[in-house]
């Protein structure tokens, strides 16, 4: 299993935007889907973007579509999450994590290493 460190985390406003890194460390990162997830205090953790291997295919939970774009550097073995407009609502800790699988899945039991997590939080 390789490192995650995810970054760009921080306190803004409602409408502003961030873009969240996750730098990996081993030679795990290109050869599987990755995924950002979310969990707000109080709640579990939910799927956010997943994007497969390659970066070609992407999905995204309801409540983000349209505001935040997933993508992938393999040779900088790094993942983004760009988020714009932000709300209150998207106030939570986000972690990246890597994949079992080549495939993008929405499901947190398929993947196996995670980051540390870094704060967003959007003030209105």
């Known amino acids: 299993q390789g490192r995650l460190v995810e970054s760009g985390g921080g306190l803004v406003q409602a409408g502003d935007s961030l873009r969240l890194s996750c730098t990996a460390s081993g030679r795990r990162f290109s050869r599987y889907a990755m995924g950002w997830f979310r969990q707000a205090p109080g709640k579990e953790r939910a799927f956010v973007a997943g994007i497969d291997w390659i970066g070609v295919r992407t999905s995204y939970a309801n409540s983000v579509k349209g505001r935040f774009t997933i993508s992938r550097d393999n040779a900088k073995n790094t993942l983004y999450l760009q988020m714009d407009n932000l709300k209150p609502k998207d106030t939570a800790v986000y972690y990246c994590?890597?994949?079992?699988?080549?495939?993008?899945?929405?499901?947190?039991?398929?993947?196996?290493?995670w980051g540390q997590g870094t704060q967003v939080t959007v003030a209105s």
């Open positions: 994590a890597t994949s079992q699988v080549q495939a993008l899945s929405s499901s947190a039991n398929i993947y196996d290493d």
